[in-house]
């Protein structure tokens, strides 16, 4: 069931992501759910490979609103092509809220050292 709340977050942390799903992907597929210009953060951890994620990722959604919106909305959405007999996406809360402390975790100068973009977390700046 969806949450019904989710105490005032706004940085999700999305779990049970198919493992060839690519961040870029990802970020396609929140844009085509509705979601354009509604999160300014991403970040799906990946091997150095390329070739995989870690089956999470953090999206930070610029308001309460549009993550419960996104909470709700993710567990029907078909765009994770989650697999018959695989668990469904989970959503919940991250430990770590809010834009700043998102890009000051992720997106600090060891990740700007990562040549690959792919690989580097997603940032839009107002």
Known sequence: APPADLGGATTLMLRNLPRDLMQKTLVES????????????A???????????????????????????????????????????????NVSPAALQGFEANVSQ?????????????LRPFVRFA
């Open 43 to 89: 970040y799906m951890p990946c091997n150095f490979s390329g070739a995989e994620n870690k089956g999470y990722a953090f999206v930070n959604f610029i308001s309460n609103d549009a993550a419960l919106a996104f909470a709700c909305a993710c567990p029907r959405s078909s765009l994770f092509a989650v697999a018959a007999g695989e668990p469904l996406v």
């Open 106 to 118: 992720w997106a600090g100068a060891r990740m700007s050292r990562i040549r690959n973009a792919d």
């Open 30 to 41: 929140l844009e085509e759910m509705g979601f354009d210009g509604m999160f300014d953060f």
